[in-house]
């Protein structure tokens, strides 16, 4: 997965050591998308948390996370498993990334 920005200032990376997609801000970490990749690339990548830390609640942090690692997985064709519940509801109400849930 690879690093970026997004116009909301919101700086990406993964992390693979902590199995983690983080947002920093301004180079603080403001929250994070957990994965379960135990599987290889050869399973559905499982989204299994997503926190974004109390400082940086309400300024669209999750939903930046959830468009990045979703747009992120659809890039590399990779197919996911919502186990967390934000990233399921996100997907409900973005019905346009519902093709990349796994059956």
Known sequence: MTDQRNTLGIDFADNPAEQRIEARID???????????SGGR?????????????AFEGRGVAGALARHVLDGARSRGERVVPACSYI????????DYAGLVAG
């Open 88 to 95: 399921a509801t996100w997907i409900e109400r973005h019905p």
């Open 27 to 37: 180079g603080q970490l403001a929250g994070f998308v957990a994965y379960d990749d």
């Open 42 to 54: 050869k399973q559905p990548l499982r989204l299994v948390h997503t926190e974004v830390l109390p």
